[in-house]
């Protein structure tokens, strides 16, 4: 392999590192905004459990005042029962008592039924902001995490940055220029390995002049399917 390929393979492995790790730095931001809108969706959850909650409380609060009017009703009428002018009217306040006995009943166990409902529903919004309350804190030390692991990425991709414009500097102008076209259109897999005599990179067999041209190793080989450049992998 010739001076120019082997600094350009040192360019290419470098490239690829750099690749590597521009693609770990930009994938950081989304999993930051993953983390944030689950705790954003769990503090929707706790809201609209805040909102039921006030509803079903409103609710409840009506159902006990109706029970308050209802028994002050049959109050009322007791007390006109003692006050009563004939049996006739002595017998039918007795019977509207019971009447009206029997449904502050049937009203008493839905309050009941109601006020047990909602201290589940208190539950329910106390355990929902304690969910909140752990997810923030997991968020937070997430996020400090996540940045932390961004700032490296982003230093070490400055580095190779460094050392890739040196390893550049050797390979004629021409051929780096070619490369890097190359690198727009193919990205890291620009220059790939021929094993076995197919390309690594579209994995098309090889003619058999190109892997003569390899084997010389004098010239800039590229793959006459897909015009990546082309070594020779000796460890094949």
């Known amino acids: 392999m010739s001076d120019d390929l082997q600094a350009l393979k040192?360019?290419?492995?470098?490239?690829?590192?750099?690749?590597?790790?521009?693609?770990?730095?930009?994938?950081?931001?989304?999993?930051?905004?993953?983390?944030?809108?689950?705790?954003?969706?769990?503090?929707?959850?706790?809201?609209?459990?805040?909102?039921?909650?006030l509803d079903f409380?409103?609710?409840?609060?009506?159902?006990?005042?109706?029970?308050?009017?209802?028994?002050?009703?049959?109050?009322k009428l007791r007390q006109q029962v003692n006050q009563a002018s004939s049996n006739k009217e002595f017998q039918s306040l007795q019977r509207e008592i019971l009447a009206k006995e029997a449904e502050n009943t049937r009203l008493e166990d839905e309050v009941i039924s109601q006020m047990q409902t909602l201290d589940?529903?208190?539950?329910?919004?106390?355990?929902l902001a304690a969910q909140v309350e752990q997810a923030e804190?997991?968020?937070?030390?997430k996020r400090k995490e996540l940045e932390k692991e961004l700032?490296?990425?982003?230093?070490?991709?400055?580095?190779?940055?460094?050392?890739?414009?040196?390893?550049?500097k050797p390979v004629a102008r021409d051929i780096l220029a070619k490369y890097e076209r190359l690198?727009?259109?193919?990205?890291?897999?620009?220059?790939?390995?021929?094993?076995?005599?197919?390309?690594?990179?579209?994995?098309?067999k090889l003619r058999p002049e190109t892997m003569a041209q390899l084997r010389r190793g004098?010239?800039?080989?590229?793959?006459?399917?897909?015009?990546?450049?082309?070594?020779?992998?000796?460890?094949a």
């Open 137 to 141: 804190s997991e968020v937070a030390e």
């Open 183 to 204: 690198i727009g259109r193919r990205g890291q897999t620009a220059m790939v390995p021929a094993v076995l005599g197919a390309c690594q990179g579209c994995f098309m």
């Open 10 to 53: 040192r360019v290419a492995a470098l490239d690829a590192r750099i690749f590597d790790l521009e693609e770990q730095a930009e994938q950081i931001p989304r999993q930051i905004k993953q983390e944030e809108q689950a705790v954003e969706d769990a503090r929707e959850r706790l809201e609209q459990k805040k909102l039921e909650l």
């Open 151 to 168: 700032k490296k990425a982003q230093a070490e991709v400055a580095e190779l940055h460094k050392k890739r414009d040196e390893a550049a």
């Open 120 to 127: 589940r529903e208190k539950e329910e919004r106390d355990r």
């Open 57 to 75: 409380q409103a609710k409840t609060e009506t159902k006990e005042r109706e029970l308050r009017d209802a028994e002050e009703k049959v109050t």
């Open 218 to 235: 004098s010239d800039l080989v590229t793959c006459h399917s897909c015009g990546r450049i082309l070594y020779l992998d000796t460890n």
